[in-house]
């Protein structure tokens, strides 16, 4: 079974959206594969580094509100899931990402801001990391010498999607 979690990569932003997760000139690109070394080339934060070492070992991602927003295209999520990204938590998505991530077997968790808070005060963390226990419903943030538990829900099918997953591997599993 898929693991989800490890060390996270802080974006403290809101609306970042699908042209800054994979610039649309690459779209063209055959595989999956072939977008690897283009993630999030195009956000621009300060202190941020695209081909730093954050993003290149990073498999959680924490940002905050609508994130996802822009062109509905799989290619977001995708570029994630070959970059070994297994989950991204903001406080919303737009919601054909958000979509796009379950179908994908990834997750994508919705905090409140007050408990996204707590776990961007972990972003100056070298060792911040997170595990997420999809099945249960809760993920451990770890780093600084401490560690906190939060809850989230996903729906009962988005998470069945997750699990098997993803869309495709559900089917196989159900049809």
Request: aromatic share 10%; with cysteine.
């Amino acid at each position: 079974m898929k693991t989800f979690g490890g060390p996270v990569l802080f974006l403290d932003r809101s609306d970042i959206n699908t042209d800054e997760i994979i610039p649309a000139k690459y779209l063209t690109e055959i595989t999956k594969e072939d977008l690897k070394p283009y993630i999030l080339e195009d956000l621009k934060l300060p202190g941020f580094d695209p081909k730093g070492p954050k993003t290149k070992n990073a498999r959680v991602i924490v940002s905050r509100a609508n994130f996802g927003c822009g062109s509905s295209r799989e290619h977001a999520p995708w570029v994630f899931e070959v970059n070994g990204i297994t989950a991204v938590i903001a406080e919303s998505f737009a919601r054909i990402f958000r979509q796009n991530m379950f179908n994908c077997g990834m997750a994508a968790i919705e905090l409140p801001t007050s408990d996204l808070d707590q776990i961007f005060s972990h972003a100056g963390d070298d060792d911040a990391a997170m595990e997420i226990d999809i099945a249960a419903g809760t993920l451990t943030m770890t780093g600084g010498g401490k560690q906190k538990i939060f809850s989230f829900e996903i729906s009962p099918f988005d998470k069945a999607l997750v699990l098997a997953g993803g869309w495709v591997d559900y089917a196989d599993q159900k049809y």
